[in-house]
């Protein structure tokens, strides 16, 4: 799993499993690094060139520690550049 990966897409659901709308846009950006020593980071944002006037970019960055099983990937954040997510 060491190494930089992609973003391919994305999907969102309310807690009621209802769909929503792809939370950054119709074509997401994003990049996740993996380090050897355990550490990660990720960076995901709305990749389109122009926006609709008034709509904000969507973005966050987050970092942390991480353990990989050969089936399950956990993360643990302890730095982001939005606290409430």
């Not at 309310?14 to 119709?26: A, H, Q, S, W």
């Amino acid at each position: 799993i060491v190494g930089v990966w992609s973003l391919r897409s994305t999907r969102g659901q309310d807690d009621d499993g209802k769909e929503l709308p792809p939370p950054y846009g119709p074509k997401p950006a994003g990049l996740v690094a993996f380090q050897a020593d355990g550490r990660m980071m990720c960076v995901l944002c709305d990749g389109r060139a122009e926006l609709p006037p008034d709509e904000p970019r969507q973005y966050v960055s987050y970092a942390g520690n991480y353990t990989f099983d050969g089936a399950t990937l956990t993360t643990r954040v302890d730095a982001s550049s939005d606290a409430g997510r």
